[in-house]
């Protein structure tokens, strides 16, 4: 699953992935996702797990991150 806070970097990365990396679409989703939001975090998770069955590995590249512990206890962002 790959997320983005923008539909277009979504679709960028997966159109990449499916064409220039021959990943076929039913390996690789995305969908949007801000990481400062509870909500989108809780949907990313969800879609995942209706998607793929489950999460196995979580990378989180989204700048500053000062919260160390469960994504879903994030504080939300002001």
Known sequence: M???RKAANVEKA???L?????IPEDR???????????????????KTVQ???GLDIL?????INPHMGLA???LECL
């Open 2 to 4: 790959i997320s983005s």
């Open 14 to 16: 997966l159109q990449g």
């Open 18 to 22: 499916y064409s220039q990396a021959g």
């Open 28 to 46: 690789v989703k995305g969908t949007v996702c801000h990481v400062g939001n509870r909500e989108d975090r809780t949907k990313l998770i969800q």
């Open 51 to 53: 998607d793929f069955g």
């Open 59 to 63: 990378v989180s590249n989204a700048a």
């Open 72 to 74: 879903l206890e994030v």
